[in-house]
């Protein structure tokens, strides 16, 4: 038993059936980027209570005690510290909510963010 292998291209209506090639559709499909990260950074300052630092950093970004007292200690000792790294968006509101409500009790508590590498 032979078989017969047949390639069958469809043509558009009105389409010269000449001797040009098929047309072939290309189909592309998108790369979908991740969305890039930032970091939410805590900037130590002289005046902001300790304690006050780490009710935000417990209520604000779901830290334990533990964890939010260390967080805090590494950013009197160094400076500053990155709290969390998220997407853009939740980033930004992140570290200005936490930013804001320093204010509101009168401390000049910062938080910022920049992209992660």
């Known amino acids: 038993m032979m078989y017969a292998i047949s390639s069958h291209t469809t043509r558009a209506a009105g389409q010269d059936t000449g001797n040009a090639p098929p ?23 002289d005046y902001t ?16 005690e533990d964890r ?27 570290a200005t909510r936490a930013t804001d409500y320093g204010k509101k009790f009168g401390f000049p508590l910062m938080f910022t963010t920049e992209p992660e590498e």
């Open 23 to 45: 047309k072939r559709k290309t189909v592309t499909t998108p790369k979908v980027e991740r969305p890039k990260l930032h970091k939410v950074i805590l900037i130590n300052d």
């Open 68 to 94: 939010a007292y260390q967080v805090m200690m590494t950013a009197h000792r160094k400076g500053v510290c990155v709290i969390a790294v998220y997407q853009r968006d939740v980033a930004e509101t992140k």
């Open 49 to 64: 209570p300790r304690d006050f630092v780490t009710q935000v950093l417990k209520a604000e970004f779901g830290m334990g």
